[in-house]
């Protein structure tokens, strides 16, 4: 390729690069439009030419072993896709954009990036190497599948920064360290595991979510480290309420030890009767219910101007209800009508307001819960 070529527009298509190039002056940038595809198959030489990639730009390794030496700067997000063996970007990855990394073979970046858009690592494995990091980009989310590795960064660590967010249902390659005020969210689009080769230090916000009628939870888990517990433990209460005697496996570490606790615990209502458990937490990573659910109650039945009122408690805080009328309290609850549907306030607490019947005969009301 004549060396004195200037910047170079991919403005739609494939431009594939094989063997050794220059792709010219490489003063001048190379352009990647919207769903235009800069390709590599395999490339003897390291390109260093300036790469942008606008918004939906995407890099294929087709084939082989490529290295790219580059700066590139991320206008939106992108997708690189890694097929062959590796492909290695050597230097930084920077701007407002965010990075999909797609493909079963290894992405490995080597510099210390600086791009502020989220990382998707949707499969493959996206390895950090020597001082190489991703600690201005947010959310790190690691699909089912897929690994991001620090196992061959100088400290075999990831370390989150001040407000970045780790999620996903994948694996951590090495260990992990969540400083005071980064998140660590298990899950993707629902509930999962996020799992960490080795040492997990917990010492930012961990966000779990507890199903009470699956009994299934988030889960923080490691392999062959172990687990530290600190700064605070947010949990959530996907439905419910638990059953009294349920228990929630929020943390395994792979070599048995737990050290440390929480400093503080957010954890959601739980309906009159019933009550969280934490003694096993910061030994087991166990979460339990203890105590028995007591229904919820029809406390109060009045008569007002617009109607009949209904008060009562006892029910799963923000959880729905419905009340069902009949004249025949015999009747199979199937075939009671729906007057009304509702949700419990924070409290578990419920009023409900309905119109006078029409017919003089007696009318019965039952409160239902799903």
């Given at each position: 390729?004549?060396?004195?070529?200037?910047?170079?527009?991919?403005?739609?298509?494939t431009?594939?690069?094989?063997?050794?190039?220059?792709?010219?002056?490489?003063?001048?940038?190379?352009t990647?439009?919207?769903?235009?595809?800069?390709?590599?198959?395999?490339?003897?030489?390291?390109?260093?030419?300036?790469?942008?990639?606008?918004?939906?730009?995407?890099?294929?390794?087709?084939?082989?072993?490529?290295?790219?030496?580059?700066?590139?700067?991320?206008?939106?997000?992108?997708?690189i896709?890694?097929?062959?063996?590796?492909?290695?970007?050597?230097?930084?990855?920077?701007g407002?954009?965010?990075?999909?990394k797609?493909g079963?073979?290894?992405?490995?970046?080597?510099?210390?990036?600086?791009?502020?858009?989220?990382?998707w690592?949707?499969?493959?494995?996206?390895?950090?190497?020597?001082?190489?990091?991703?600690s201005?980009?947010?959310?790190?989310?690691?699909?089912?599948?897929?690994?991001?590795?620090?196992?061959?960064?100088?400290?075999?660590?990831?370390?989150?920064?001040?407000?970045?967010?780790?999620?996903g249902?994948?694996?951590?390659?090495?260990?992990?360290?969540c400083?005071?005020?980064?998140?660590?969210?298990?899950?993707?689009?629902?509930?999962?595991?996020?799992t960490?080769?080795?040492?997990?230090?917990?010492?930012?916000?961990?966000?779990?979510a507890?199903?009470?009628?699956?009994?299934?939870?988030?889960q923080?888990?490691?392999?062959?480290?172990?687990?530290?517990?600190?700064?605070?433990?947010?949990?959530?209460?996907?439905?419910g309420?638990?059953?009294?005697?349920?228990?929630?496996?929020?943390?395994?570490?792979?070599?048995?030890?737990?050290?440390?606790?929480?400093?503080?615990?957010?954890l959601?209502?739980?309906?009159?009767?019933?009550?969280?458990?934490?003694?096993?937490?910061?030994?087991?990573?166990?979460?339990?219910?203890?105590?028995?659910?007591?229904?919820?109650?029809?406390?109060?039945?009045?008569?007002?101007?617009?109607?009949?009122?209904?008060?009562?408690?006892?029910?799963s805080?923000?959880?729905?209800?419905?009340?069902?009328?009949?004249?025949?309290?015999a009747?199979?609850?199937s075939?009671?009508?729906?007057?009304?549907?509702?949700?419990?306030?924070?409290?578990g607490?419920?009023?409900?307001?309905l119109?006078?019947p029409?017919e003089?005969?007696?009318?019965?009301?039952?409160?239902?819960?799903?």
């Amino acid at each position: 390729m004549d060396p004195a070529l200037g910047e170079i527009e991919i403005q739609e298509g494939t431009l594939a690069v094989e063997r050794w190039t220059t792709l010219g002056d490489d003063t001048k940038p190379l352009t990647v439009f919207s769903n235009a595809v800069l390709q590599f198959y395999q490339v003897s030489n390291v390109l260093t030419k300036p790469l942008i990639l606008r918004a939906g730009g995407r890099i294929n390794n087709a084939s082989g072993t490529n290295a790219f030496g580059g700066p590139i700067q991320l206008l939106g997000n992108i997708t690189i896709t890694v097929g062959g063996t590796w492909l290695a970007l050597t230097n930084e990855l920077s701007g407002p954009g965010g990075l999909n990394k797609e493909g079963g073979a290894t992405l490995y970046l080597r510099a210390a990036n600086s791009y502020t858009g989220p990382t998707w690592i949707r499969s493959g494995t996206l390895a950090l190497v020597d001082n190489a990091g991703l600690s201005a980009s947010s959310p790190l989310v690691i699909s089912s599948g897929a690994t991001l590795s620090v196992t061959n960064r100088w400290d075999a660590t990831l370390t989150l920064t001040e407000g970045q967010v780790l999620a996903g249902n994948g694996l951590l390659a090495g260990h992990l360290v969540c400083s005071a005020t980064a998140q660590v969210s298990p899950g993707e689009d629902g509930m999962g595991t996020l799992t960490v080769t080795g040492n997990a230090v917990l010492g930012g916000i961990t966000l779990m979510a507890v199903d009470g009628q699956t009994q299934t939870a988030d889960q923080v888990r490691t392999l062959n480290g172990g687990l530290s517990f600190g700064g605070r433990l947010v949990v959530s209460l996907r439905s419910g309420p638990p059953a009294g005697g349920t228990t929630f496996t929020l943390f395994v570490s792979g070599n048995g030890q737990y050290s440390g606790q929480f400093q503080e615990l957010v954890l959601p209502e739980l309906p009159t009767g019933l009550a969280w458990d934490t003694s096993r937490l910061a030994t087991a990573g166990i979460l339990a219910v203890a105590g028995t659910l007591h229904p919820p109650q029809i406390d109060h039945i009045g008569r007002t101007a617009e109607g009949l009122l209904l008060l009562g408690s006892g029910g799963s805080p923000e959880g729905t209800f419905r009340v069902l009328s009949s004249g025949n309290v015999a009747l199979p609850l199937s075939e009671w009508e729906v007057v009304y549907v509702g949700r419990f306030d924070s409290q578990g607490r419920y009023e409900v307001q309905l119109p006078w019947p029409n017919e003089p005969s007696a009318r019965f009301y039952r409160l239902q819960i799903p």
